[in-house]
């Protein structure tokens, strides 16, 4: 006798998240949700009706998240099939096609809800895949994504990371942990190349998937300010920015950073691209401090060009207005250590600080200085990081010289 078959899960839900969810917006809060026919389990698909009982959208389900329903698909109703999951991750892999040649092989697949991929984000170091999740519902269906990787980019490694909230449950309920080892063996640290330069990607406890590729484009521009300049990296974690600037010509590069592990990072990154001549000729000193306080009690040297590209100072909206303060005390305190027509580079990562807010606190420090900038420009995501939403808007930076 046949089991009785479980009836679809379906979701009813507020007249504003009706609107919201009609724009294109990919999430739905627990708040939202007036009525739902039965219990949902983690990665489930939820389909949500109107108020006259039509269909609106279908998602990944996730019970113990106020994050309830990550949205995959909103409009005419359509089957969540194989064929549908690879086409949507051909359609992601094709907008990279023609960003990076053979001189960079280290670079984002997969950016989430921005290329149809709720709270799943897949990078490339190379032959190393990392695929990192964000939501629990995506456990369940971890072995089909695998397959469907696989069959697309036939990678040599693979590697599973994922963010804290899920870890418990993860290890709990999937005998999964952050940092196992999907596909491999691996043997040793990946590297990868970004722009021609030679770097590490610490991808089974690293910070994100290993390294910060999302400033790919910043790094770049740095290196063009850099010729003959004594470059200072505030919370330059594993060099990216430092080596950058060395290539670029910098008389000097120094790397500060509140973690040995980090500056032992830029040290190993720097020897990895000794055969470059201006590298090998850049002075590279590495700095175990506070940044902030560095920089505040600093009077003695000066820079021609300094970077300011702290971690995230505003996790949660409640932290959003000591952030904004935060950011002005960090390039005032960057000011002061920069020689007069020098460069300034100031980055946010805090998804909760707009770029409308960063660039104002920025530029107001800027005139209190008593100095006089100019701005050079503004840049916000690279391209392999597209955003699609504001919740996913959450880099910029502004390069101000005076």
């Known amino acids: 006798m046949k089991g ?31 009525e739902q026919n039965r219990d949902g ?69 997969i950016n989430g809800e921005s290329d149809g991929w709720p709270g799943l984000v897949l990078d490339r170091y190379a032959d190393v895949l990392v695929l990192k999740l964000y939501t629990a519902a995506w ?41 196992d080892i999907l596909l491999g063996p691996l043997t040793a640290t990946p590297q990868f190349i970004e722009s021609g330069i030679h770097f590490e990607a610490d991808v089974l406890r690293g910070q994100k998937t290993g390294f910060f590729l999302d400033q790919r484009e910043n790094r770049r521009r740095v290196e063009r300010f ?54 090998a000729a850049c002075q590279h000193e590495r700095l175990q401090t506070d940044v902030f306080a560095w920089l505040d009690q600093n009077s003695i040297r000066q820079f021609d060009v300094i970077v300011l590209d702290p971690p995230s100072l505003a996790k949660r909206e409640s932290e959003r207005a000591g952030a904004i303060r935060a950011y002005g005390k960090l390039v005032a305190s960057g000011i002061k250590s920069l020689h007069r027509n020098g460069v300034l580079v100031a980055a946010s990562c805090s998804a909760h600080v707009n770029a409308t807010e960063f660039f104002d606190v920025v530029r107001r420090t800027a005139h209190q200085s008593g100095r006089k900038f100019a701005e050079i420009e503004t840049t916000g995501h690279a391209p392999d990081h597209p955003a699609t939403f504001p919740e996913a808007e959450y880099l910029k930076c502004i390069y101000l010289r005076g």
């Open 41 to 109: 389990a983690a990665g489930e698909l939820a389909v949500i009706y109107d108020r006259k009982d039509r269909f609106l959208a279908i998602g990944l389900f996730d019970p113990d998240s106020p994050l309830r329903v990550r949205l995959l698909h909103a409009g005419k109703p359509v089957t969540i099939d194989d064929a549908w999951w690879k086409q949507r991750l051909d359609a992601a892999l094709s907008r990279r096609s023609g960003l990076f040649d053979e001189h960079t092989n280290g670079y984002r697949w």
């Open 226 to 279: 850099s010729r003959g300049a004594d470059v200072l990296n505030a919370f330059s974690f594993s060099g990216g920015f430092s080596l950058y600037a060395a290539r670029g010509g910098a008389k000097s590069v120094t790397d500060l950073d509140i973690s040995a592990h980090a500056l032992e990072a830029s040290r190993r990154n720097f020897a990895l691209n000794q055969s470059d001549v201006n590298v």
């Open 4 to 34: 009785k078959s479980v009836p679809r899960l379906r979701l009813r839900v507020t007249a504003t998240a009706e609107s919201i969810v009609r724009s294109g917006h990919p999430w739905l809060f627990v708040g939202s949700i007036h």
């Open 139 to 179: 456990l369940p269906r971890l072995r089909d994504m695998i397959h469907l990787i696989r069959s697309a980019l036939n990678p040599s490694i693979m590697v599973l990371r994922l963010s804290r909230n899920i870890q418990d449950i993860s290890r709990e309920q999937f005998r999964l942990n952050d940092g």
